[in-house]
C-alpha cells in the first residue's frame, strides 16, 4: 500500500486512540486505586515520582532504541512493556504489596512509556516529510489532540463506572487487554518512513553519543533550550495536578466512594482536550507568533490553579478544572510544532526524549512535595502551591520568544535543510557533540 499524508496520518490517530483509551482507563481512579492499596497521600505521590522517576532514567536509553532500532521497534517495546507492568501493578493491589514494590513497579511502567515519548511525535513528522505532506503541523497535532480526547473521555468514564460497579481493580485489567490488541496494530500498520536507523554503534557508545546530541540539539539550540527548560515547572506540576483532582474533586463532593465522580476529572479533561485540539490551529492563526500562544497558555494555567486553590465548591472547581484543561490543549500542538521545526530529523526523537526527561524531572520532585504540602493543608493549598511554582516557567517562555527563531512564525512543515541550518547558524558551522 503507498504511503500518502492521509494513510500517515491515519495510523498516527490509530496508536493516539488506542494509547489514550489504554491510559485512561485508570487516569479516574489511580490515586484512589493507591490509596485503596494502603498508601498515605505522600506515599501514593511517592509512587507516582517513581513512575516519573523511570521515565527520567530510561528517557536516554529508549532514546538510543528509537533512533539506533527504529521508531516502530521502540512503540513495541513500549506497548509489551505498559502491558505487562499495569498487570504486575494489578497484582500489587491484590497482595496489598509494600510500598517498595510500588516504587519499583512504578519506575518499569515509567520506561514504559519512556519508548514512546519522542518515538511516535518523530515517526509522524519525519513520515509526513517523506509523504511531502505541506500543511500545518499544528492541524495534525491538534487533530490528535481531539482524537485522544475522545479516548480519554470514553476510557475514564467507562474506567470509573466500572470501578464503582465491580472494583478498582478492574480497570487496570481492561487497560492491559487494550495494550495487548495495540501491539497487534502497530505490528501490523506503523513502518519507519523518512527515517533509516542507525546501526553503526553498539549500545553503550550509542548511548553516550544520543546524550551529546541531546545537549547539542536541545540545550546546544538558544531557543530550543529556554522551552525545554520551562518543562520541569510546567510539565511537572502538571502530573501532580492531574492525579491530585481525583481525590480532590471527591473531597468537595462530600464522597469519597463516589469512584464515577473522581472519573469526571479525567472525562472533563479529555473533553477540554477536544475543544482545545480544534481551536488550538485556529488560536495560532490569531496569533503571528507561536510563542504568544505558548505564554497565553502558560499565563491562563497559573492563574486557574490559583483559583482552583481558593474555592471551596464543587461546581466552580469543575468549571475551573475544564478551563484549565482548554488551555493547556491549545499550549500542547503549538508547543510541539514549534519544538518540531527546530530539531533535524536524525535527532528529533532524541531531543524529544530529552525533552520529556526534563518534565519527568520536574514531576520527580514536585509530586511528593505537593503531595506532602496536600497532607498537611489540604489539596485547595496544594493547588495554590501548584500555580506558584508553575509560574517559574514564564522567563523561560520569555527567553524563547527572544531568540526570534524562523520556527516561531512558521505555519508550514518545514523542509529538512531549512531545520538543519537553524540549529548550524546558531551553534557554528560544525554543531559539535562534545558540548558539556
Known amino acids: ?146 482524537v485522544g480526547g475522545v479516548a480519554m473521555l470514553s476510557g475514564s468514564v467507562l474506567g470509573g463506572v466500572i470501578a464503582q460497579l465491580t472494583d478498582l481493580g478492574v480497570p487496570f485489567l481492561v487497560r492491559g487487554g487494550i495494550l495487548v490488541v495495540m501491539l497487534v496494530v502497530a505490528a501490523l500498520l506503523m513502518r519507519d518512513l523518512g527515517f533509516t536507523p542507525d546501526r553503526s554503534e553498539g549500545p553503550l557508545r550509542a548511548t553516550r553519543t544520543v546524550f551529546r546530541a541531546s545537549v547539542t540539539y536541545g540545550l546546544g539550540n538558544r531557543p530550543v533550550r529556554w522551552l525545554m527548560l520551562a518543562s520541569p515547572f510546567a510539565a511537572g506540576v502538571g502530573m501532580y495536578v492531574f492525579y491530585a483532582l ?39 492563526r490569531l496569533f503571528h507568533r507561536r510563542t504568544t500562544v505558548i505564554l497565553i497558555a502558560t499565563v491562563g494555567s497559573i492563574f486557574v490553579l490559583v483559583v482552583l486553590g481558593l474555592v471551596q465548591n464543587f461546581w466552580v472547581a469543575v468549571v475551573l478544572l475544564a478551563a484549565w484543561g482548554i488551555v493547556s490543549a491549545i499550549d500542547d500542538p503549538v508547543r510541539r510544532a514549534y519544538l518540531n521545526d527546530m530539531i533535524p530529523s536524525q535527532q528529533r526523537a532524541t531531543v524529544l526524549s530529552f525533552d520529556s526527561l526534563l518534565g519527568s524531572g520536574g514531576g520527580v520532585v514536585w509530586q511528593p512535595v505537593l503531595g506532602r504540602a496536600a497532607d498537611i493543608g489540604g489539596y485547595g493549598q496544594s493547588m495554590l502551591w501548584s500555580g506558584v511554582i508553575s509560574a517559574v516557567a514564564v522567563p523561560f517562555v520569555l527567553l524563547s520568544r527572544a531568540e526570534k527563531d524562523p520556527a516561531d512564525e512558521v505555519t508550514a512543515v518545514r523542509g529538512e535543510t531549512e531545520a538543519v541550518s537553524d540549529v548550524v547558524s ?11
Open 426 to 436: 546558531d551553534a557554528g558551522p560544525e554543531p559539535s557533540l562534545d558540548v558539556t
Open 1 to 146: 500500500m503507498t504511503p500518502t499524508p492521509r494513510r500517515v496520518q491515519g495510523t498516527y490517530y490509530t496508536l493516539m486512540l488506542g494509547n489514550t483509551l489504554a491510559a485512561s482507563f485508570i487516569w479516574g481512579i489511580n490515586t484512589l486505586f493507591l490509596l485503596d492499596a494502603g498508601l498515605s497521600n505522600l506515599e501514593a505521590f511517592a509512587a507516582n515520582a517513581f513512575f516519573t522517576a523511570g521515565m527520567l532514567i530510561f528517557e536516554i536509553p529508549t532514546g538510543v532504541v528509537a533512533d539506533t532500532l527504529g521508531r516502530r521497534v521502540s512503540y513495541l517495546l513500549g506497548t509489551l512493556t505498559l502491558a505487562i507492568t499495569t498487570g504486575l501493578y494489578w497484582w500489587l493491589w491484590v497482595m496489598e504489596s509494600p510500598f517498595w514494590a510500588w516504587a519499583v513497579v512504578s519506575m518499569l511502567l515509567g520506561l514504559g512509556f519512556t519508548f514512546f515519548s519522542g518515538a511516535v511525535d518523530a515517526w509522524l513528522v519525519d513520515a509526513l516529510r517523506a509523504t511531502r505532506y505541506t500543511g500545518s503541523l499544528e492541524t495534525v497535532f491538534g487533530r490528535a489532540q481531539i
Open 246 to 284: 481525583q481525590p480532590y474533586l471527591l473531597e468537595l463532593w462530600g464522597d469519597e466512594g463516589a469512584y464515577s465522580i473522581a472519573g469526571l476529572a479525567a472525562a472533563l479533561l479529555a473533553g477540554s482536550s477536544i475543544v482545545g485540539g480544534a481551536l488550538a490551529p485556529w488560536v495560532r
